[in-house]
């Protein structure tokens, strides 16, 4: 029986369809090293922390700083505008936490002018029905702008510690004759201010000298830690956010827990976690503009919520600003203390560098980012085994 051929038939060598595939191959394996060569100078920075630290509010600062600065005029004001709705939000959120808690607290807290019950019953009644820019209506800002006039309501504010509010409750809530305007446009501060929960993970790609940056946001609310692992591989640093001010909160998930003890946990977790024991982490002990303002008002007191602040003394390597309160500079020592306790523990093979950030302040994070480049740079070395 005769053998069959292949009826393939291959090139001939020299021939134009030769040139051709060779060609081809080597610009496939061009690019296949252009590729490789930028994954492996890419810095992979991974953002962890406890919910409403401030992780997304880093992540805007370095779209500020490195990227496009909210873009160019047309599309910054249209981007802009886009916000206008979630800032409304927060507002309408902050009001009704704050209306709700009057009565839960203990002991509770009651209008000062009669008048504004009307005030209160709408917000009570309407209020978690204004979802689109057409339920802002002129009633709902009267009503918001008459309730946080009230002494009644700023009673309450002011014990705010006691329940959940967001942070940038009193920086919108001051600003209701602006954003109620229909010529308003947010400014950057704004933006930065604004909080939406972050679900998911959310990555910003930025070039700073040349060098290629990618900054991974994953939510911090205990129900979206499950996707942090996935996170993980190839990581050059992490850095781990912390509310310095939250010593006397607890969290929405648990409001038995402590948020600084959860903050705490957590980074003891992320420091002694197997897949992490070779990666360093860069501490931003965040809100330091808040904890100062939370100490210097001394409503309420660390030594309640960590009875070992009784006996701290603030230690030898401290940065004593002649400006600042020494109780301030006790304060924020013995938070960062604290962290600096856990990685004193386990594998050696890391390192903690800590710094005091205040997310908001455009000029601290640009300052603490270029500080921390070097840090990044000699990880980035090491994970290559370069260094």
């Known amino acids: 029986m005769p053998t069959m051929g292949c009826l393939c038939s291959q090139p001939k060598p020299g021939s134009d369809e030769t040139k051709a595939q060779t060609e081809a191959n080597r610009r496939i394996n061009m690019e296949i090293q252009k590729d490789k060569h930028l994954y492996r100078s890419t810095h992979r920075l991974l953002l962890l922390g406890a919910g409403e630290s401030g992780k997304s509010t880093i992540v805007k600062q370095m779209r500020i700083l490195h990227v496009d600065g909210f873009k160019d005029e047309g599309t910054l004001i249209k981007e802009r505008k886009a916000k206008i709705v979630d800032i409304k939000k927060n507002m309408r959120d902050a009001m009704l936490a704050m209306t709700n808690a009057m009565t839960t607290l203990d002991p509770p807290?009651?209008?000062?002018v009669n008048e504004n019950q009307s005030s209160l019953t709408f917000f009570k009644t309407h209020a978690m029905n204004v979802l689109e820019e057409e339920d802002f209506t002129e009633e709902f800002f009267n009503c918001l702008d008459k309730l946080w006039h009230d002494k009644g309501l700023q009673k309450c504010f002011r014990r705010s510690n006691e329940y959940q509010l967001i942070d940038c409750a009193k920086y919108f809530l001051d600003k209701i004759s602006t954003i109620r305007l229909d010529s308003y446009i947010p400014s950057n501060q704004d933006l930065l201010r604004c909080r939406v929960l972050t679900r998911g993970i959310f990555e910003t790609k930025f070039q700073v000298d040349k060098v290629h940056f990618h900054m991974f946001d994953v939510g911090g609310q205990r129900e979206e830690r499950r996707k942090w692992i996935q996170c993980f591989n190839d990581v050059t640093a992490i850095i781990f956010v912390v509310a310095s001010s939250s010593y006397d909160m607890t969290i929405r998930e648990d409001t038995g827990q402590n948020r600084l003890k959860e903050a705490l946990e957590l980074f003891n977790n992320i420091w002694n976690n197997r897949?992490?024991?070779?990666?360093?982490?860069?501490?931003?002990?965040?809100?330091?503009?808040?904890?100062?303002?939370?100490?210097?008002?001394?409503?309420?007191?660390?030594?309640?919520?960590f009875p070992e602040f009784c006996n701290y003394e603030i230690p030898a390597d401290a940065t004593i600003d002649d400006n600042e309160d020494p109780r301030v500079t006790k304060a924020k020592y013995f938070i960062r203390d604290e962290f600096l306790r856990i990685s004193a523990t386990g594998s050696q093979r890391h390192y903690c560098y800590p710094h005091f950030t205040t997310a908001v302040d455009t000029e601290n994070i640009r300052r603490v980012f270029n500080d921390c480049r070097d840090i990044i740079q000699r990880m980035h070395l090491k994970q290559y085994e370069l260094l």
């Open 275 to 305: 897949w992490l024991r070779t990666i360093s982490v860069i501490l931003f002990l965040n809100k330091q503009d808040v904890l100062a303002e939370k100490v210097l008002r001394g409503q309420t007191q660390i030594v309640t919520y």
């Open 109 to 112: 807290c009651t209008l000062d």
